[in-house]
């Protein structure tokens, strides 16, 4: 129980540091890291098991072992998930991640999984190492920007990620496709290559257009 409000104690200290401040704290501690669940749905069994369980038992242990040892977690808010939920339901992403994160947190607690931190993506501290990692990447001359077709909605002005259309498998002719994969072949392709491609949203047919995209150039960059 000492440890425990202990390593809850840590948590408001984190909250008033920097993100150095943070990485300074945590030398000589180990820490244990699991996957993000998305905050775009409740949570079910699968999510639960192999999502947070594993991280909770294996913390679990390894503080019966005596190790000093820090659970974190959190929900990942961005991505096209999030967009096309909140779509769905009528709402901002802000929005929709407020509403998520507290089902979340509800149900972790409910099932006494014991994070030492479980917090979002959106937060000042994760802006600032992203941006901080995204500088220094930049800084370095590792990106490059290149031209990209995609498909365009013009109903809904806005690009089409992979989740965000549909259509007939290129490969397989199955419909109902998604924008990268087909879950009946289990192939994959590009987007452009989809038949009879529609906006989940509006239903309209996209255009392909030409847009700019980022991309880390990782053959100079050694680990």
Same mark, same amino acid.
């Given at each position: 129980?000492?440890?425990?409000?202990?390593?809850?104690?840590?948590? &408001?200290?984190?909250? @008033?540091?920097?993100?150095?401040?943070?990485?300074?704290?945590?030398?000589?501690?180990?820490?244990?890291?699991?996957?993000?669940?998305? /905050?775009?749905? /409740?949570?079910?069994?699968?999510?639960?098991?192999?999502?947070? !369980?594993?991280?909770?038992?294996?913390?679990?242990?390894?503080?019966?072992?005596?190790?000093? +040892?820090?659970? /974190?977690?959190?929900?990942?808010?961005?991505?096209?998930?999030?967009? +096309?939920?909140?779509? @769905?339901?009528?709402?901002?992403?802000?929005?929709?991640?407020?509403?998520?994160?507290?089902?979340?947190?509800?149900?972790?607690?409910?099932?006494?999984?014991? &994070?030492?931190?479980?917090?979002?993506?959106?937060?000042? @501290?994760?802006?600032?190492?992203? @941006?901080?990692? &995204?500088?220094?990447?930049? %800084?370095?001359?590792?990106?490059?920007?290149?031209?990209?077709? %995609?498909? &365009?909605?013009?109903?809904?002005?806005?690009?089409?990620?992979?989740?965000?259309?549909?259509?007939?498998?290129?490969?397989?002719?199955?419909?109902?496709?998604?924008?990268?994969?087909?879950?009946?072949?289990? %192939?994959?392709?590009?987007?452009?290559? !989809?038949?009879?491609?529609?906006?989940?949203?509006?239903?309209?047919?996209?255009?392909?257009?030409?847009?700019?995209?980022?991309?880390?150039?990782?053959?100079?960059?050694?680990?």
């Amino acid at each position: 129980k000492r440890i425990v409000k202990r390593l809850r104690a840590i948590f &408001f200290f984190f909250k @008033q540091k920097t993100a150095y401040e943070i990485s300074a704290c945590l030398v000589g501690s180990e820490m244990c890291i699991r996957d993000r669940p998305y /905050v775009n749905n /409740v949570p079910h069994l699968g999510n639960l098991i192999g999502c947070v !369980l594993s991280g909770d038992v294996y913390t679990r242990y390894c503080r019966l072992r005596g190790h000093n +040892v820090i659970y /974190v977690c959190g929900t990942d808010e961005y991505g096209t998930t999030t967009e +096309v939920k909140a779509r @769905q339901e009528g709402l901002t992403p802000r929005q929709l991640c407020d509403k998520y994160f507290k089902i979340h947190k509800e149900v972790y607690d409910w099932f006494d999984i014991d &994070f030492d931190i479980f917090d979002r993506t959106s937060t000042p @501290q994760q802006t600032e190492i992203t @941006q901080d990692i &995204f500088l220094k990447v930049k %800084q370095n001359n590792y990106i490059s920007e290149h031209t990209v077709s %995609q498909l &365009f909605c013009e109903a809904c002005s806005v690009f089409l990620a992979d989740r965000m259309v549909e259509g007939i498998c290129p490969k397989c002719g199955a419909d109902g496709a998604r924008g990268d994969q087909c879950d009946a072949c289990q %192939q994959i392709y590009d987007a452009t290559e !989809l038949k009879t491609p529609q906006c989940i949203s509006c239903k309209k047919t996209p255009i392909v257009k030409d847009s700019q995209h980022l991309f880390i150039n990782l053959s100079l960059i050694h680990i």
